[in-house]
Structures are given as structure tokens and as C-alpha cells.
């Protein structure tokens, strides 16, 4: 007879993760032998703390697919898993499913999604993903092709629901995750979703990289997962990308100028608001893919009434004038006044950015840089900005020289203007939103 130690051994041994003998349910992660078998590209990381988590919080999520119903769902690894099921008291009012599990790869994602995802008819999805099959090892180009089947799937789902694709956040080759190897993944992220409108892509990378391109310890207990204020500030990213989508935010502003101030927007429609005609540009012998587009404009158009443009670039959203994210990663435009304003004056307005957002002001004609300026400069020193918050624009032209501040900050003070000219609006990359923008008459 067979010792009871030995038996048991076999027993532990023939039930092990990936035994082709396992006994297997529905949310077990796969076999060796199964994985051949299964969708994507790469090899599963086997550990204990995966294989054994894997099943049992995916059986916990198929007892919850009535309850998550039209939830907007975060899909990716541990840093998404680390939100926890209550997002950390982010988000409020919004209906959310958290379907991040630690350790999990593109490939992963991509097996899990039918049944974890897709199942719950998602409002919308956040995308996290690829930093684990770059510790294994998994070359760029097959973490975007698991990614790429992802999004097919989504869309096939349905072509109408809302991406957000978080960059791939930096980490550290300690961590066996390099700058170079993610920034190739990054780049070819990008490349995948250019030009399509169903996803919004967050600067993440930007968002949490110290100058040399690496975590920066102020967001990271381990230089790969998120601290606190990592999620913090994670949260505070996507909260104006929620907003636009119509998620947050949604209550009117009930703002009202301050005596002597005009309002340049009513905060309802595009009322006073146009694009003006662009002067021609000069096209480049050789031809850059990667080049911002630059909009041409031939004729006045006015956007009285309208609460966005025709191609949807500049929205009117619940008191916010909206400069949404291109699908193109970057697009050149700007929107400008109806009306021209000769003479002294004060303009005010409040700004909020996303990550890296590049936009401008435009004083008749001259540009004010107007973007997330800790990430895109050029007034990287600023001591009041408010990262992915309100912050208040003032400008005082005075003798056709404009001073500007920011929450105080002197930004300017020697930018000449012509005698008159529209107030107008940029767009380049990331979001940008406006609102109550007014200005006053200095008489003299």
C-alpha cells in the first residue's frame, strides 16, 4: 500500500495550477495545455498568487453580472485592481465595476473579457494594460496585438460605447519594466487607436513619470503600483474625460459676471462663437505621419445655437465650453469671438486641463499658452495651479500690452496686441475645457 504522505503528495502534484488532470470550472485560470487553444498571443504568467486569485474573484464577479449591469467598467492588472470595489471614494454617482486582477497580462485580459466585461453591457470601459507582459518579456509588438483583438471586441460589442485608454504608466528596469520597452508599447498603443472617435487616450505616461522617464516615487510605493496619492491623482485625470462624456458634472452652472463683465459664453450653445478662415498653409514635400494636423478653414462659419461644432471639436456642456481630446493625438484649431474688442480691457476666465492638454488664448491675435502647465510648460514653477482642476485666467490689456496671471502667478506681462481683434480659442492636444469666460470694458 502507498505511504499516506506519498499520496498525498501525488494528490497536491496532479491538482497543481496548469495540471492537464485539474479538475477545471468555468473561471479556473487555463491549463498549459488549454492555452494553446485559447485567444491572443504570448505565455500566461503561472504563480501561485495569479492562478489561485484568478478563479476565485472571477466567481465572485459572475454572481454580480445582473447587479453591474450598464456599469462603467476598469479593466487591467493590479494598479487597476488596487481601486478596490469602492474606487476609493472617487467618482461619486457614477455606477462602476472594478474588473482589474493582479498579475494579469493582455492575453489574460483578452481571454477574461467575454465573461468579465462585455458581459455587463458596459456604459463605458478603461483600459490599463500591458505592464506585466513586459516584465515576461513579450516583445511590443504582441502586447499590441493582444490589444488590438481587445478593442475589436469592444467595438464589435458595441460601436457606440466610450474607450478611455490610460497610457501605459511608467515604472523602472529594477522592476524589469523600462522606459524604452514602454514607450514602444505606448507608441504603438497610440498608433492602433489614431483617428478613431470612440477612444479618448489619457497622458498617463506623463502624469506619473519623474524627469528621467521612470515612476516617480511622489505616486508609487514600489515604483509600479500606485500610492495614495497616485490614485488620487489618477482620479483627478479622468474626472474632466467623465465629465465630457456626460458622467460627471452635470449639474448647470449658475455662475453670473461679476458688475461691468459680459459674457463671452452663455454656457448653453455656441452662441457668438465661429471658426474664422485659416490662411493657407504650406504642405511639406515629405509628408509626416506623426505631424500635428493643422485645420483649414475657407469660409466664416458661425455656430450660433449650436451646441457643438460639426466635427465636434468644441462643445457646449453644462456651463463648460469644451475643447475635446483629439482622435488624431494632435489637432491644430481654434475657435474664435463673433465679435472684436478694441480698447483697454479685462478678460477672465477658469481653465481645466488633462494630462500633458495643450491649448492657448488667443488676444486678438497673439497666443497665451493655456495647458496643464506643470506637464506641458512653459510655466513649470507655478505654486497655485491645481492639477486637473479649475484654475482662474486673468488678462488685463492696457495700451495694446497684455499682463496675465494665473490663480495670481504673473505669467506675462509684455505680450503686444494689435488695436482689436476676436478672443479666440485653441485646440491641440489632450482636453481642455472654459467657462464663465467674461470680460470688461476699461473706459477711460
Avoid at 483649414?296 to 455656430?303: A, D, L, R, S, V
Wanted: aromatic share 8%; proline share 9%.
Amino acid at each position: 500500500m502507498m505511504p499516506r504522505a506519498i499520496l498525498l503528495l501525488l494528490t497536491a502534484l496532479l491538482l497543481a495550477p496548469g495540471s492537464s488532470t485539474q479538475a477545471k470550472g468555468p473561471f479556473d485560470y487555463p491549463s498549459v495545455e488549454a492555452e494553446a487553444t485559447l485567444p491572443g498571443e504570448g505565455p500566461l504568467r503561472r504563480y501561485d498568487g495569479l492562478t489561485q486569485r484568478w478563479p476565485v474573484i472571477r466567481e465572485q464577479w459572475s454572481q454580480r453580472v445582473a447587479q453591474d449591469q450598464g456599469a462603467i467598467v476598469f479593466l487591467g492588472d493590479s494598479i487597476t485592481q488596487g481601486w478596490g470595489t469602492d474606487f476609493k471614494g472617487h467618482f461619486s454617482g457614477m455606477k462602476l465595476a472594478n474588473r482589474g486582477i493582479g498579475g494579469d497580462t493582455t492575453r489574460g485580459m483578452l481571454i477574461r473579457l467575454k465573461d468579465d466585461v462585455l458581459s455587463l453591457n458596459p456604459t463605458a470601459v478603461v483600459l490599463l494594460l500591458g505592464t506585466n507582459d513586459i516584465e515576461i518579456g513579450l516583445p511590443p509588438e504582441i502586447i499590441e496585438r493582444n490589444f488590438t483583438q481587445i478593442l475589436a471586441q469592444l467595438k464589435a460589442h458595441n460601436p457606440d460605447m466610450p474607450i478611455v485608454l490610460c497610457r501605459m504608466f511608467p515604472s523602472s528596469a529594477e522592476k524589469k519594466r523600462p522606459r524604452t520597452t514602454i514607450d514602444a508599447v505606448n507608441a504603438l498603443y497610440d498608433a492602433r487607436v489614431k483617428a478613431d472617435p470612440q477612444i479618448t487616450v489619457v497622458d498617463t505616461w506623463t502624469l506619473f513619470a519623474d524627469p528621467a522617464g521612470d515612476a516617480d516615487p511622489r505616486w508609487f510605493k514600489d515604483l509600479l503600483h500606485l500610492n495614495p496619492a497616485g490614485y488620487d491623482r489618477w482620479a483627478a485625470a479622468l474626472h474632466p474625460i467623465f465629465a465630457t462624456l456626460g458622467y460627471l458634472d452635470t449639474d448647470a452652472d449658475d455662475f453670473q459676471p461679476e458688475p461691468g463683465f459680459i459674457s463671452l459664453f452663455n454656457g448653453h450653445d455656441l452662441t457668438g462663437w465661429g471658426y474664422r478662415p485659416t490662411p493657407p498653409r504650406k504642405q511639406p514635400k515629405k509628408p509626416n505621419p506623426n505631424a500635428p494636423v493643422f485645420v483649414q478653414i475657407t469660409e466664416p462659419t458661425p455656430w450660433d445655437g449650436q451646441t457643438q461644432t460639426a466635427d465636434g471639436r468644441y462643445r457646449a456642456i453644462n456651463g463648460r465650453l469644451v475643447v475635446t481630446t483629439p482622435a488624431e493625438g494632435r489637432r491644430i484649431q481654434q475657435i474664435w469671438t463673433q465679435r472684436e474688442f478694441p480698447g483697454d480691457f479685462i478678460l477672465r476666465l477658469e481653465f481645466r486641463a488633462t494630462p500633458n492638454a495643450d491649448s492657448g488664448v488667443f488676444l486678438r491675435q497673439p497666443q497665451l499658452q493655456c495647458r496643464d502647465f506643470p506637464l506641458a510648460g512653459p510655466y513649470t514653477d507655478l505654486q497655485h495651479y491645481k492639477a486637473q482642476d479649475w484654475n482662474q485666467l486673468e488678462v488685463t490689456v492696457k495700451d495694446n500690452v497684455a499682463t496675465a496671471t494665473c490663480n495670481g502667478e504673473l505669467l506675462t506681462d509684455d505680450l503686444v496686441l494689435p488695436e482689436t481683434g476676436p478672443i479666440g480659442l485653441e485646440g491641440d492636444r489632450g482636453q481642455m475645457e472654459y467657462r464663465r469666460i467674461r470680460l470688461k470694458p476699461l473706459q477711460e
